[in-house]
Nanobody, 119 residues
Framework: VQLQASGGGLVQAGDSLTLSCATSGITFSQYFMGWFRQAPGKERESVGGISWNGGSTAYADSVKGRFTISRDNAKGTVYLQMNSLKPEDTAVYYC?????????????WGRGTQVTVSS
């Protein structure tokens, strides 16, 4: 099983960035997908998640209205569209997969991608 997040980089405040998380080794459509982030010196926090068919999404209050999660089940990929980025969005971003969305724990995690937002 592999989850590979990509698309991070250095941007300026107000810019947009789209992260991708490509998966392999799982039946992607059976998994709830989540995005998380961890800033230096801080605990990992949930950014949001998307149901197996994309019909339901949820976001942290800190990103609501600015970030959008989507998925392409045919490609086994989940996306995180980030608009109006702020310096406080600087973090390593991770994707994770939870089988059938059950329970609190995620089954698989990907390696993160760094997002740095300069002021």
């Amino acid at each position: 099983v592999q989850l590979q997040a990509s698309g991070g980089g250095l941007v300026q405040a107000g810019d947009s960035l789209t992260l991708s998380c490509a998966t392999s080794g799982i039946t992607f459509s059976q998994y709830f997908m989540g995005w998380f982030r961890q800033a230096p010196g801080k605990e990992r926090e949930s950014v949001g998640g998307i149901s197996w068919n994309g019909g339901s999404t949820a976001y942290a209050d800190s990103v609501k209205g600015r970030f959008t999660i989507s998925r392409d089940n045919a490609k086994g990929t989940v996306y995180l569209q980030m608009n109006s980025l702020k310096p406080e969005d600087t973090a390593v971003y991770y994707c994770a997969a939870k089988y059938r969305g059950k329970g609190d724990a995620y089954d698989f995690w990907g390696r993160g991608t760094q997002v740095t937002v300069s002021s």
